[in-house]
């Protein structure tokens, strides 16, 4: 590679420029759709790719001047913009499809990067009839339009570690990889029951017709997210993945129906045990260690540290590092750091996730025209101004330069060879794809901010979680005067689930609704139509959206069928029932719920309660139905499930139908149904209103289904079918129960039997490995730091993001009522905090800890032990700073059986050591004969008396020493400022502040406010306050044995 001219590119040359992210490119940015990477010495870096073909084998040399991605190398390595011209040769490169972001660890950080896909995408629509060329084949028909934007499906994830040694390896290793697929294309042989033709790969030969089936119907064409490939997820033969140097193997062409409907469900489940759920050429667990290992990111035990791994930025101190290791040598975080890098790789080749390059697939149709017609009317409105003021006109043609639609448009005129529809132009394209995305479904947003905040807008691609699929099925006409020989009108249906990262999790994980008014398993799916008769084409639109029921509610994972159990009154959620309304109501317009849970029984507390919450809210747009699904369908009676569609009011609501680029309706509102998990019941009533909805579209364009003469039945039941059985594995890790009713239209003992599996393989996951999966979800969307991971490690799970916050709200709440209660009058607090602390003084290694407050004025220093549920002073210390003779900080390690515990840097505290004479302590009356834990969620009670009292303590000696010994809370639990003196006179830590920088900022706060009023030397020691041989010699090997134990099940 040879670099001329290469530098980063500055984002603003003065003070008032708008920051990168704002700024915009005179030409509308396109996002590169294939990019080299190029390992230098000083960094990464990232350039489009313009291939030449040059000798023989080679991808060719590619000659760039263009604006590209500069990552320096290491933990904090710097995401730049860097322009510049380099020559890029075939052996220096790797050709990638794209960058997901970057996941920055403790010791590493990683660039995730996938693959070009071998699978080439699919349009959302074919273009079946040309009317410009003039002949109707069966070429013409599989021929993507021009508006018929493609959809992708995310696979071939690979991590690139962000230093120089390692990421040569893992570049050797996708070189390898990519070298093997230009030598054995690919094979689909799960085409064969799928009446779809193999396309042909990016690369390599053309496959020979003999591998695709030879009775493809064209009339029943489907396409699935990330190519027709997906159908072997959640529906189809196979669901292990080839590895990524290997043809797949070949499949019979048929298969009995056992066999298809065990395949929704074992073949899942045994993907998530020894497999990685993936479609394409995603590696398998196997393969995926071995490149981690060639990359020296995995170290097996046999197997020495590598001495080129870089070194943590957080090391231990000598007095701790000095220890012997424990009888049962702890895991390694750097173990620790490959699961979480596998899971997150896993979960981004489950096959749930799809993108565009030039499309917004997370908007409806409605929302994207309404947006059109918008633009247009402010466009109109400008257009009228131009002859009045020639200064905003181009110099050549005196008027504003052309919209993309003209372009479009011209394009068209000129070209006689396709037909541009309205329908489909995109709105705002002058601006990035990521900005006219709907942030609720952006995944990787939180993983590409870096990017985003430098302007690297060719750069950014968004990925979306759900499901999408298009399908086409043919309705014979008879003839009529115009057209006597009649014919067959097709149809394109496609349907689109997007689910919401808000919330985000697994099934037992999240449940309910949040403090923002988010609930869990929100999926908001959008069924299109399109159609073409009498020369006027038609697209229609129908959105339905399902959500956990929006109370605070939660269930044990460890149960078959756990009863659902209210965490707070349905009073207490009136507020942020709300809110979650109030968005729906913005969004679609008046909301029809359809409930689907239990009115008696275990789920009758939690269904009916939202029946209680809807009639309280008393909302004019809302409307509520409660239709126990069960009871009603009891005895295999799915006949009963009309009754529900004919009680909903369809008229009202109406759907989006274009004719011809006019709006003739558009939907007022929207179906929200919810059952207690959101998948099996939902989906079955989902289907079920969406056939009926279409049946109403095909009827006013004169179309009248016969399952005799079309193949409706199949293509409509199968694109449904398919999307629950992906949004169930995406909340349940299992394809969805009762989907042979929706695949077939008939219940059975199979689908019966299949349903026992798949409940019995989610009891499985809820109870063992979704503890871990939700801690790594949460951090991939940015909702939980690495801090997640601590918390999972000590207590094998994590906090839902809402609640940290809560908690953060009721600890600042702590530090107010605590300086109203026990400062003096003419007292002002100069900073406040909380911290975890032995219960009594004197008291350094427990693992009985309590919150207390930790307030510091201008002459005393208070130590405050606080109800939080009763938020009452319990009782409190007053330290004079005067009488404060040392403070020691260091590490405060108390649990060395998880990395978490054993890393210094986020296992700090100090100790206060003053002496007694002139301290006093209160305690109110209530606590002396309650002293039971006073933490945040203790039991509440109710104090009689709440007088403090002073305890009296005689015969002190006056060189006694004691002290109280204070643990830095995790930075996520931690208070912000909690006033504006606070927030003046205490300089806060950011959001990556380690415990350590906490613990050396808060000791400086109170050494400094002591050495006004005693002067001394040697105040501050830095000294472990428990080091890891302490805490490693209290540990019994009961203790290591049950957390082993856990461990290996959790993680």
Not at 273 to 286: C, D, F, I, M, S
Not at 432 to 457: Q, S, T, Y
Not at 516 to 539: F, P, Q
Not at 772 to 794: K, P, T, W, Y
Request: aromatic share 8%; charged share 25%.
């Amino acid at each position: 590679m040879q670099g001329k001219k290469g530098h980063t590119h500055s984002a603003s040359s003065s003070s008032h420029s708008l920051p990168p992210r704002f700024t915009v490119p005179p030409m509308p940015p396109t996002i590169h759709r294939k990019l080299s990477l190029v390992v230098r010495d000083d960094c990464l870096l990232i350039v489009p790719r313009k291939d030449v073909h040059g000798d023989a084998g080679s991808i060719g040399d590619s000659d760039n001047d263009e604006r590209g991605v500069k990552i320096s190398w290491g933990l904090k390595g710097k995401v730049e913009s860097w322009e510049g011209r380099v020559q890029i040769h075939d052996d220096e490169a790797i050709e990638l499809g794209g960058i997901l972001g970057l996941v920055r660890l403790w010791d590493a950080a990683y660039l995730l990067v996938f693959l070009p896909s071998l699978r080439p995408p699919f349009p959302l629509f074919r273009d079946h009839v040309n009317p410009k060329v003039g002949e109707d084949t069966d070429e013409r028909r599989r021929e993507a339009g021009p508006s018929s934007h493609l959809v992708h499906c995310l696979a071939d994830v690979h991590p690139i570690p962000l230093t120089h040694d390692l990421a040569v390896n893992a570049m050797d290793r996708l070189k390898s990889i990519q070298l093997k697929r230009r030598a054995k294309p690919a094979k689909w042989p799960f085409l064969s029951g799928l009446n779809i033709k193999a396309p042909a790969p990016t690369e390599g030969p053309e496959e020979p017709a003999s591998e695709a089936s030879d009775d493809s119907d064209d009339d029943g064409e489907s396409n699935f997210a990330g190519g027709s490939a997906l159908s072997s997820q959640p529906s189809r033969d196979s669901s292990v993945a080839p590895e990524a140097d290997e043809s797949p193997l070949k499949l019979p062409a048929t298969q009995d129906d056992m066999k298809k409907r065990f395949s929704m469900g074992w073949g899942k489940f045994t993907s998530q045990l020894g497999a990685v759920r993936a479609t394409g050429n995603q590696p398998k667990n196997g393969e995926l260690d071995g490149l981690l290992r060639d990359s020296h990111i995995v170290d097996p035990e046999a197997t020495p540290r590598a001495p080129e791994w870089p070194e943590p930025e957080s090391k231990m101190s000598e007095e701790s590092a000095r220890a012997h290791p424990p009888p049962m040598d702890p895991p390694q975080r750097r173990q620790l750091e490959t699961k979480i890098l596998r899971q997150i790789i896993r979960e981004f080749t489950s096959g749930a996730f799809f993108y565009s390059f030039d499309f917004d697939l997370t908007h409806t149709m409605q929302h994207k025209r309404r947006r059109l017609a918008t633009r247009k009317a402010s466009s109109t409105a400008l257009q009228t101004l131009l002859p009045k003021s020639p200064e905003l006109a181009t110099e050549s043609s005196g008027t504003f330069p052309p919209t993309a639609s003209e372009i479009l448009g011209k394009a068209a005129n000129a070209s006689e060879t396709f037909v541009i529809e309205d329908d489909f132009v995109e709105p705002d394209v002058q601006v990035p794809l990521w900005r006219r995305v709907d942030r609720r479904f952006f995944w990787n947003e939180f993983l590409l901010h870096e990017f985003i905040e430098a302007g690297l807008h060719s750069f950014i691609l968004p990925i979306s979680q759900g499901w999408i699929q298009s399908s086409s099925f043919n309705i014979p006409i008879s003839g009529n005067v115009s057209d006597p020989s009649g014919g067959v009108v097709p149809v394109d249906l496609v349907v689109i689930s997007r689910r919401s990262r808000d919330r985000a999790g697994l099934r037992f994980q999240r449940r309910g609704i949040d403090d923002d008014g988010h609930v869990a398993n929100m999926v908001e799916t959008e069924m299109i139509v399109r159609a073409k008769v009498e020369g006027k084409a038609s697209l229609f639109s129908f959105v339905q959206v399902r959500g956990s029921i929006p109370l605070k509610w939660s269930q044990s994972p460890y149960s078959m069928k756990p009863p659902p159990v209210l965490d707070q009154p349905v009073d207490q959620s009136f507020s942020v029932a709300n809110v979650h309304f109030d968005d729906f109501e913005s969004r679609y317009g008046p909301i029809t719920i359809v409930n689907l849970g239990e009115q008696s029984g275990k789920e009758g507390a939690v269904t009916n309660g939202y029946g209680q919450l809807v009639d309280n809210l008393a909302r004019k747009d809302l409307t509520y139905h409660a239709f126990d699904f069960h009871a009603k369908c009891h005895g295999m009676k799915w006949e009963n499930i009309s009754e529900l569609v004919e009680m909903l009011d369809f008229g009202e609501m109406g759907y989006l139908w274009s004719l011809s680029g006019e709006s003739i309706r558009e939907q007022n509102g929207a179906f929200r149904t919810n059952c207690i998990d959101c998948l099996d019941r939902t989906n079955v009533v989902q289907s079920a209103v969406a056939r009926h909805v279409l049946s109403t579209m095909l009827t006013q364009l004169g179309l009248i289904p016969d399952s005799s003469t079309s193949n409706i039945e199949g293509v409509f039941n199968d694109i449904w079918a398919n999307n629950g059985d992906m949004l169930s594995l995406c909340y349940a890790h299992t394809s969805a129960l009762k989907g042979d009713f929706v695949r077939t239209g008939k219940r059975d003992v199979q689908g019966m039997l299949h349903d026992g599996i798949s409940s019995i393989s989610r009891m499985f996951y809820g109870a063992v490995s979704d503890f871990f999966d939700q801690a790594v979800i949460s951090f991939l969307l940015g909702h939980r730091n690495l801090g997640v991971f601590n918390e999972f490690l000590e207590n094998l799970e994590s906090s839902d993001a809402s609640t940290l916050i809560k908690l953060s709200r009721v600890r600042a709440a702590a530090i107010e009522t605590s300086s109203a209660r026990v400062l003096e009058e003419d007292e002002q607090r100069i900073a406040g905090w909380t911290m975890l602390s032995p219960e009594d003084r004197n008291v350094r290694l427990t693992l009985k800890l309590e919150e207390k407050v930790l307030l510091l004025t201008k002459i005393n220093l208070y130590v405050v032990s606080f109800n939080y549920s009763l938020e009452k002073v319990v009782g409190f210390s007053r330290i004079p700073l005067k009488s404060i003779t040392s403070i020691q900080k260091g590490a405060y390690i108390l649990s060395p059986l998880q990395e978490a515990g054993r890393d210094v840097s986020e296992n700090a505290g100090f100790i206060v050591s003053f002496s007694p004479v002139h301290e006093d302590t209160r305690y109110s009356t209530y606590s002396l004969r309650n002293r039971a834990g006073h933490g945040i969620g203790s039991p509440t009670t109710s104090p009689e008396v709440n007088e403090l009292e002073t305890r009296q303590r005689d015969d002190l000696d006056p060189h006694t020493t004691e002290f109280f010994a204070f643990k830095i809370l995790p930075r996520e639990f931690a208070v912000r400022p909690t006033s504006i003196e606070d927030s003046e006179t205490d300089d806060e830590g950011g959001a990556n502040e380690t415990c350590r920088q906490a613990a050396d900022r808060i000791v400086k706060r109170i050494s400094d406010q002591c050495r006004r009023v005693n002067p001394l030397d040697k105040f501050v020691i830095d000294k472990d306050v428990v080091s890891l041989t302490e805490a490693q010699k209290s540990t019994s090997l009961l203790q290591r044995v049950d957390y082993a134990f856990k461990r290996f099940l959790w993680l």
